[in-house]
C-alpha cells in the first residue's frame, strides 16, 4: 500500500523541522523543497527518524517555475500530493514604509504570493480532479495588521492570506481543505534563542512540535467542520490587536 505524500515547501531547522517529524511519524512520505540541501538538513533528519521516504528536491520560491518543476516531479516520482504545506517566507527586516525599496517588495511578493501560488497553482488541479487533498499555508499575526516597523512581512503576508482565502472559497467545494495558519508568537528555535539572549524563557515561545500537533490536528478535519483560518499562540503571548 502506498503512503500519502506530504510536501513541505521551506524546509528549515524550525517548524519545517517539525512538521517533517510529525507528518513522517503518521505515515506520510516526506518530500522537502528549499533552496539547498543543506538548509533541509534537520528535516531530512528529523523525517528519516519517523521512518518515513524521505527526498529532497530544490527550488527557489523567487522563481516560480523552479516551484512548478520541482512539484512536477514529485507527482511523477512520488506519487499523487496529498498535502501540500507552504512554509517558506521572505525576510523579517525592519524598516520606514516610505524607506521600503521596489527590489525589497518586489523580493517579498515573490516569495509570500508568487511562490505560494505557484504551489498551489501545481497540486490544485490534481486535488481537484481526485476531490480530496490540502493546502497549507504557514502565516502570521501580520497578515491581520500593517506595520510601522515590519511593513515588508506585513504585506506579504497580507497578500498570503488573500490567496489562501480566494481559494479556499473557490475550491472547498470540490473537497480541498485549503488552510492559512496564523502564528502570532515567536517560535522556540535557534535563531530565536540568540535573539532572546538573556531574555530566553521558553514559556514565552511558542514549541514548533506543538504547532506541528496543531498542522495535524486540522489535517484530521472532518469536511462539515472545517477551519480555513487557524490562529495559534503559546498561553502567555499578549495579543497584540
Given amino acids: ?5 506530504c510536501v513541505i515547501v521551506g524546509a528549515g531547522e524550525g517548524l519545517g523541522r517539525a512538521l517533517a517529524a510529525k507528518f513522517a511519524s503518521r505515515a506520510f512520505d516526506i518530500a522537502l523543497i528549499s533552496r539547498s540541501e543543506a538548509n533541509s538538513s534537520a528535516a531530512i533528519e528529523a523525517a528519516v527518524a519517523g521512518a518515513a521516504n524521505v527526498r529532497f528536491f530544490p527550488a527557489d520560491a523567487t522563481r516560480p517555475e523552479t516551484l512548478e518543476l520541482a512539484i512536477a516531479t514529485i507527482d511523477r516520482e512520488m506519487g499523487e ?3 501540500l504545506i507552504y512554509n517558506a517566507r521572505g525576510a523579517f527586516a525592519a524598516c520606514d514604509p ?3 525599496s521596489y527590489a525589497a517588495l518586489e523580493e517579498v511578493y ?13 497540486v490544485l488541479p490534481g486535488m481537484i480532479k481526485r476531490s480530496q ?5 504557514s502565516s502570521a499575526t501580520a497578515a491581520f495588521r500593517g506595520s510601522s516597523t515590519y ?8 497578500g498570503l492570506r488573500a490567496l489562501s482565502q480566494s481559494l ?3 475550491y472547498a467545494k ?3 481543505h485549503i488552510v492559512h495558519f496564523r502564528l502570532d508568537c515567536d517560535l522556540d528555535v535557534p535563531v530565536m534563542r540568540d535573539l532572546y539572549g538573556e531574555d530566553y524563557d521558553p514559556v514565552k515561545l511558542a514549541d514548533p512540535d506543538d504547532v506541528a500537533e496543531t498542522y495535524w490536528l486540522t489535517y484530521l478535519q472532518p469536511r462539515s467542520a472545517w477551519s480555513n483560518e487557524v490562529e495559534i499562540r503559546p498561553h502567555t503571548e499578549a495579543w497584540t490587536y
Avoid at 511593513?151 to 497580507?158: D, R, T, V, W
Fill in 1 to 5: 500500500m502506498t503512503k500519502p505524500v
Fill in 168 to 170: 479556499s472559497k473557490a
Fill in 133 to 137: 487533498g490540502s493546502l497549507f499555508f
Fill in 98 to 100: 516610505l524607506d521600503m
Fill in 81 to 83: 500530493i496529498d498535502l
Fill in 151 to 158: 511593513p515588508l512581512y506585513a504585506i506579504g503576508k497580507f
Fill in 174 to 176: 470540490n473537497r480541498v
Fill in 110 to 122: 515573490r516569495v509570500e504570493v508568487i511562490g505560494a501560488f505557484a504551489a498551489a497553482k501545481s
